[in-house]
């Protein structure tokens, strides 16, 4: 049973009805939205018969915009009242954590356990992985927390990938990668994990929907975006602070923001937002960006844009919200006051390695060290993507990776089975 797609009338006659009701409130522009999409569908589909699973479209009503901070929201109402809400849940088993508290979780019957290669993230990386696994013959698994594509799906067009002569949008770049992979027989679990232990013969992985283990491991898990590290800000988050202009940036219509960056990034979030915004004030330490030439003539020629160079934010100022920045020039030590209503931080990311702390080497910035191989410090396990050391982090980077890893994890099983 899919989730109906409703109006905010008949969203309040459900809720007059005492059914017990989870809603999703979304639009269709928003990337964070539509990667819930799949979990959420799951969602529905789980609790057919206790819960009613409805989606709301933020856009059929500008009041909805005053209520709500950040979309994905989800709400859950249980006899008439709101008893609870979610803010872009990260993982299916997210959501069934918050909705445990009211309703029992649904009974799964557990499925195969046992994999020539378990892959641990479902972005171009992972699905190359198992796209080539598969296509080899080996039993093959993707654990994926939310669904395909990594930080890829949140893209709104990527035009730098081979074949797409008009762009693509990550999201459907994304589950063509999936759909691919899985017609070859690569199966795709929705599942956080918690643990895995890679000195293990077979290779264990603790998630949300059980224990996996596999001759072989890939490390799929990607990074994800670098905070400013200021007071406050985790706070803030949702009130004026956001990481993604093409996720968060219609809440701040015809406002002022800053972009604090200078990469391909920062670029193309002050590109997404001078279209939305009514000033764009772009805030970087150096004094040009780093951006690839390709952003540069459109950014100078945007009239909403203006750059404050060799200067960084010291200080997020406001109330409840968000309402202005302090910066500082890194050469004068001069500090100025912003008045803005949001700041998007486009600094840069951090690899998603808690995992393998102490199990696998990791560089000072935390990636896992892993050469054009792809083999780390473990037989049989290796990292793709954006997790592992290398110079250029990219779609067709990371998808180059997921093939080269499953060559010499062949070559890595053919060895274990003449032992």
């Not at 989870?22 to 529905?44: G, M, S």
């Not at 985790?234 to 604090?260: I, N």
């Not at 002050?270 to 040009?288: E, K, Y």
């Not at 309402?323 to 004068?332: E, F, K, L």
Request: hydrophobic share 40%.
């Amino acid at each position: 049973m899919a989730a109906k797609n409703i109006t905010v009338r008949e969203l309040k006659d459900l809720i007059e009805s005492k059914k017990p009701v989870l809603v999703d409130f979304w639009a269709t522009w928003c990337p964070h939205c539509r990667k819930i999409n799949p979990a959420y569908e799951q969602i529905a589909q789980a609790y057919a018969g206790t819960l009613e699973v409805v989606k709301v479209d933020m856009d059929q009503d500008e009041t909805l915009w005053e209520e709500l901070e950040l979309i994905p929201t989800l709400r859950l109402y249980v006899d008439g009242k709101p008893v609870g809400s979610l803010v872009a849940p990260e993982s299916r088993a997210a959501i069934e954590t918050f909705l445990a508290g009211v309703l029992p979780r649904p009974r799964r019957e557990a499925g195969k356990r046992k994999y020539d290669m378990i892959i641990i993230g479902g972005g171009p990386g992972g699905y190359t992985a198992a796209l080539y696994a598969a296509r080899a013959g080996l039993e093959t698994l993707v654990i994926e927390r939310l669904s395909a594509g990594g930080q890829m799906a949140l893209t709104q067009q990527i035009d730098n990938y081979p074949g797409f002569a008009d762009g693509i949008g990550g999201d459907e770049l994304a589950g063509q990668m999936q759909r691919q992979a899985e017609r070859f027989g690569a199966q795709t679990v929705n599942a956080q994990v918690h643990s895995v232990d890679l000195r293990a013969n077979p290779k264990t992985v603790e998630t949300s929907e059980g224990t996996f283990s596999g001759r072989t491991v890939v490390l799929a898990t990607g990074a994800g975006p670098r905070a400013l590290g200021l007071p406050d800000e985790k706070e803030l988050v949702g009130r004026g602070v956001a990481y993604c202009a093409a996720c968060d940036g219609m809440f701040y219509k015809g406002k002022t923001v800053v972009v604090v960056g200078g990469g391909n990034t920062a670029a193309a979030d002050a590109l997404v937002l001078s279209r939305i915004a009514r000033r764009v004030i772009v805030v970087h330490r150096r004094d040009t960006l780093r951006a690839t030439k390709i952003y540069h003539e459109p950014l100078m020629k945007a009239e909403n844009v203006e750059f404050r160079w060799n200067s960084v934010v010291t200080r997020l100022l406001h109330g409840d919200r968000l309402t202005g920045v302090r910066i500082q020039n890194v050469q004068t030590g001069e500090e100025t006051d912003l008045a803005v209503d949001g700041v998007f931080v486009s600094i840069g990311r951090i690899p998603a390695t808690e995992l393998v702390k102490g199990q696998l080497a990791l560089d000072e910035s935390g990636y896992i060290i892993a050469d054009e191989s792809t083999e780390t410090g473990l037989p049989g396990v290796y990292a793709v993507g954006d997790v592992r050391t290398k110079p250029l982090r990219q779609v067709v980077t990371a998808v180059a990776d997921g093939a080269t890893a499953v060559h010499m994890a062949e070559a890595f099983l053919a060895g274990e089975g003449a032992r």
